[in-house]
């Protein structure tokens, strides 16, 4: 059977990158897929394991090749989802999940609408709102932008088929896993890889 | 939040019974839907816990005043899931377990489109057969007209959501438990009680 293209995203501030590393050490069986960036490695970074560090060239390069499952552009370095390794792992019946923003989520979906898109949610805007002033490190102007920025994500939540809030960690993960086995379970993905032929065999 | 209507149906030799069951256990906040007939009592069986017990008149008035989510004559006695218990359960946030033959779902399909559809199944034909001959109760002349039933009932697989098949019975529980945790996160079912707008709140 296919593997399961798992894509999980959601407002800044939601708490993805938390859901994906405890996933992560969850189910090891599981393939995340690492992004390719124009960006210089911070130190302890390592190339094909934080990201694959491309030159511009490179990445334009394969930008024109098609070899990106979505890509964007964020203080003028380039990141993108090489779309090789997620097709090869899928082909191979290995599950893979993508951690990207609502408008990577946006481009995957065009490619693969077969996919699992996963909304990760805070509790609720006032409990956001309290995470991203919480963390003490921006300026207020940066914060209303980003605060601007969640309402325009949050408008994207027709494009999932879950939702998923996160107020604990823990059960947030669980929800995923439920997920994850109650997908393969769907008659249309059983359909498409003839098991209803297979039974009578 | 509404409570989910799960209706799990199947062929027969499928072995639902043994998966409800299962499930009733493991699930006891989980509303079992108690079936209507007009056949009466066996030894040991009460009303309103086997089935409610109802003479023909009543259950034929029933019908017409559309008490019934769904019913069917078999061999000359009337059966049927009242529906009042049915949305009592849902209105109340629990979620409530159908198990009904594939006719039986057809018919709850059209009142419930919202509901989730789950379509038990043995791992092959062959080992339906192994099961339904190794009871050694019927005829082969009964175990052939079962088995051709059983041919009629797996072309309704288009009108589920989820199939699950039943190798392994904890196996197929723990299936349709990821499977309630997963419908309460999808998109649709929380626009419906407009967890998008309450989020802002």
Same mark, same amino acid.
């Given at each position: 059977?296919?593997?399961?293209?798992?894509?999980?995203? !959601?407002?800044?501030?939601?708490?993805?990158?938390?859901? #994906?590393?405890?996933?992560?050490?969850?189910?090891?069986?599981?393939?995340?897929?690492?992004?390719?960036?124009?960006?210089?490695?911070?130190?302890?970074?390592?190339?094909? =394991?934080?990201?694959? +560090? %491309?030159?511009?060239?490179?990445?334009?390069?394969?930008?024109?090749?098609?070899?990106? %499952?979505?890509? &964007?552009?964020?203080?003028?370095? $380039?990141?993108?989802?090489?779309?090789?390794?997620?097709? =090869?792992? $899928?082909?191979?019946?290995?599950?893979?999940?993508?951690?990207?923003?609502?408008?990577?989520?946006?481009?995957?979906?065009?490619?693969?609408?077969? !996919?699992?898109?996963? +909304?990760?949610?805070?509790?609720?805007?006032?409990?956001?709102?309290?995470?991203?002033?919480?963390?003490?490190?921006?300026?207020? &102007?940066?914060?209303?932008?980003?605060? &601007?920025?969640?309402?325009?994500?949050?408008?994207? $939540?027709? %494009?999932?088929?879950?939702?998923?809030?996160?107020?604990?960690?823990?059960?947030?993960? &669980?929800?995923?896993?439920?997920?994850?086995?109650?997908?393969? #379970?769907?008659?249309?993905?059983?359909?498409?890889?003839?098991?209803?032929? $297979? +039974?009578?065999?």
């Amino acid at each position: 059977m296919q593997g399961l293209l798992l894509v999980i995203s !959601g407002p800044s501030g939601a708490g993805k990158g938390t859901i #994906c590393r405890a996933l992560r050490e969850k189910m090891p069986e599981v393939g995340y897929s690492i992004s390719a960036t124009t960006r210089p490695p911070r130190p302890g970074e390592k190339d094909g =394991e934080s990201y694959f +560090f %491309l030159d511009r060239e490179r990445f334009l390069q394969m930008l024109k090749e098609g070899a990106f %499952l979505e890509w &964007a552009e964020v203080y003028g370095e $380039l990141y993108g989802t090489p779309r090789k390794p997620v097709e =090869e792992a $899928l082909a191979r019946g290995q599950d893979i999940i993508l951690e990207i923003d609502t408008q990577g989520a946006a481009q995957v979906k065009r490619y693969y609408p077969e !996919g699992v898109f996963i +909304f990760i949610v805070p509790p609720s805007y006032s409990e956001l709102e309290k995470r991203i002033k919480g963390r003490g490190t921006e300026s207020p &102007a940066a914060i209303k932008d980003r605060l &601007a920025w969640v309402k325009k994500e949050m408008a994207q $939540l027709d %494009l999932y088929d879950y939702v998923v809030i996160n107020d604990q960690v823990e059960e947030a993960v &669980a929800k995923i896993q439920a997920i994850i086995i109650a997908e393969k #379970c769907r008659t249309k993905r059983l359909k498409k890889i003839g098991w209803h032929q $297979l +039974f009578w065999s």
